[in-house]
């Protein structure tokens, strides 16, 4: 691995559905981050994590959960999917400890709830 | 409402030319700002990072900050067609211990040959 990994590419979804998109780091980074993206809406953070056993809500959060049991790990799920909820979906990650910002994306997830 | 504000374009410049991205921001306390390179269909790229008022040069890209303005440039010098892409700026915030990034919906830049 090296970067930021996302499973699956792609996945077409009935609604009602749960689903867990998968997202792992190998680069140590404390920080991890999911967006969602959507045309005219650009990116908007739906939960982060700073660190191993903690996370946090975005500005988009409902319907949404997460977990961040280690470090390299950060899944995303919807527990009952929308059809709103279709999008293109970023894992992104940080080193915090170094203070910066930077921020490094994994190569997204394309979600079709029907 | 913290908020980063870009042009969404599409700006069009020929092959050779300089392209000149814009960004402004609204939070006067931000230390941290970035510009991201988006191809379509694919993740964002980090291409430029900036903390001090001035200009910061890596190869063909120039960015460039005035805090005073609350303004943030990318300069792309001698653009070429694998240039065309969308330009996201970001903007560092601190709130209490969280460090994010507020995010502009982007600049997309098309280079004719």
């Known amino acids: 691995i090296a970067g930021i990994t996302q499973a699956p590419t792609s996945q077409i979804l009935a609604a009602g559905r749960r689903m867990t998109l998968r997202c792992t780091q190998d680069m140590r980074h404390n920080a991890m981050y999911w967006y969602r993206q959507d045309l005219g809406l650009g990116l908007r953070l739906i939960h982060y994590s700073n660190t191993a056993g903690t996370t946090g809500k975005g500005e988009v959060p409902d319907g949404y959960s997460v977990s961040r049991a280690n470090t390299d790990d950060f899944p995303l799920t919807l527990a009952s999917a929308v059809p709103s909820q279709t999008s293109v979906y970023f894992c992104a990650s940080s080193d915090q400890g170094r203070g910066g910002h930077e921020q490094f994306f994994g190569p997204g997830t394309r979600l079709t709830v029907l | 409402q913290k908020e980063v504000e870009q042009n969404s374009g599409p700006l069009s410049v020929p092959e050779g030319a300089i392209a000149s991205l814009n960004c402004t921001y609204s939070?006067?306390?931000?230390?941290?700002f970035f510009w991201y390179r988006q191809y379509s269909g694919k993740s964002p790229e980090l291409i430029m990072s900036i903390y001090s008022n001035g200009d910061k040069e890596d190869g063909r890209f120039t960015a460039q900050l005035n805090k005073a303005s609350q303004y943030v440039s990318l300069l792309i010098r001698d653009s070429q067609p694998s240039d065309s892409a969308t330009y996201l700026c970001?903007?560092?915030?601190?709130?209490?211990?969280?460090?994010?990034?507020?995010w502009g919906l982007g600049t997309s830049l098309a280079v004719n040959p």
């Open positions: 939070d006067r306390g931000s230390q941290s």
């Open positions: 970001a903007v560092g915030t601190n709130a209490g211990n969280n460090r994010k990034l507020i």
